[in-house]
């Protein structure tokens, strides 16, 4: 959802950086999780990913000589798309709201977290001494159904949002959501959010994964795991990079100042183009970040690696990787052609090694265009309002003359297919911003991190629910029958009474 860094990452000195974090409070932002916060107006998203990185050259070793050639005698020919798409195995066929969503939160991963939960609290109460009035002093085993029920209220969260836990449980007229009272009592929530956890503490010192990662590694584990199993991406997809905001002191946090959020916890993503469904992810957690693919050699640069790392079980069949140019080289691009029988193109950095003199230096002015190719693999620098520089494996040097804000304008083919596929991961944030469940603030980084999985997961189901049934159903009516549902097949489990009396203004008149 790795160790060399990005100028997009614009890293700051130590004592600039904690001035910044000391002095901005974990609010959440408005704006989409996957915009660039920048001024410039921008028609193309392969001339704002042209400008937007700066990536020096790197160690990556190419075992073969390139020697690039005039586009002349060029002959693309992209892969033949053999692979199939759409939902897999368990989730063929299944047209159920409630069951598609519990193809990723199913009955082992939440039985696991009632565990956990329970075990985290006894270790936490085991021996304390608490006040009188303690809520926890009324802490009961959560159960299955609870957890159910809790991750629907996060959803309805996302759906009804508001600026505290409690305030949902107002019963000010004015601002009143009695659907909250009526499935749970605040105190219950409040101690379920309290103990909510997804692996034994008691076991750190046998786990193998990822160090920084042990809070959450379970989940994060799991769903990757079913994300991959129960659907297939189209013969388009995108790798880019998405921002979970967080401001609270964390080791691994970035600082991407092109992105909305500009402070938070990095994943590296491969989505779906055509819907945005994410597919796999990697959590960076900085030079540690743990990439182990068996494709993955020593000449290879960490970008390199975490594009294969991605997408390795993909490879072979014909599809086509979108990325921008912090992922993209000459010798990626041709790993990927030639080895994979999978085709590459993106906007790259005329830093990056191996690219082709002539076309890194020729100056050119606007409209102007020089490329070359070795065997498969092209690049061209063309200048629009800068130079923007494109790499691909069946792409030539070609134009076509489109029509945007009314004027007729001539632009690479490839430029124009960019733009139009590398939207999957953006795709994805635009979705999932109207419904944010992770928008509260929160005192631990990985709550956070769980409630953006979850807020996934939910898109996730509506993509295969839609493909699986045809409807054409919107977001919001999905994610209401979601909660919905798992409230009348839940919450008969959950304590919901709220004893005694309660102060309410409900003499607010109505207006009329």
Known sequence: MASTSRSRSAALHDEELELLLHTSSEEEISASESERDTDVDLDDRALLDSVIHDVSDDDEVSTQAFVWESMGNYQGQREHFTGSFGPQGGALNVVEIVDVFELFFDKQMVNQIVTETNRYAEQFLRGRDLPVRSPARAWKPVTEGEIYVLLGLFMLMGIIQKPTLRSYFSTRRIMSTPGFRDIISRNRLELICKFLHFVDNETMSTYQGPQKLFKIFPLISHLNKKFQEIYLPSQNISVDESLTLWKGRLSFKQYLPLKASKFGIKTYELCDSATGYLWSFLVYTGKDTKLDSPLLTPEMNKPT??????????????????????????????????????????????????VPPQVKNTKLKKGEIVAQHCGPVSITKWHDKKNVTMISTYHSHDTRTVTIRGKEVVKPVSVLDYNKSMIGVDLKDQLLHSYL???????KWYMKLFRR????????????????????????????????????????????????????????????
């Open 305 to 354: 690696s975490i594009v294969l790392q991605l997408v390795e079980p993909l490879l072979k069949q014909g599809r086509t990787v979108w990325m921008d140019n912090y992922y993209n080289s000459p010798f990626l691009a041709r790993t990927l052609k030639i080895t994979y029988k999978t085709d590459c193109v993106g906007t790259l950095n005329l830093n990056r090694k191996n």
């Open 437 to 443: 469940i992770e928008r509260k603030k929160m005192n």
């Open 453 to 512: 999985l979850l807020n996934t997961s939910v898109l996730n189901a509506l993509i295969i629910y839609k493909s699986n049934t045809g409807k054409n159903i919107d977001q919001l009516s999905f994610r209401i029958e979601l909660v919905e549902g798992l409230f009348l097949k839940y919450a008969s489990a959950v304590e919901h009474k709220v004893p005694g009396r309660h102060a309410s203004d409900n003499s607010v008149p109505r207006l009329t």
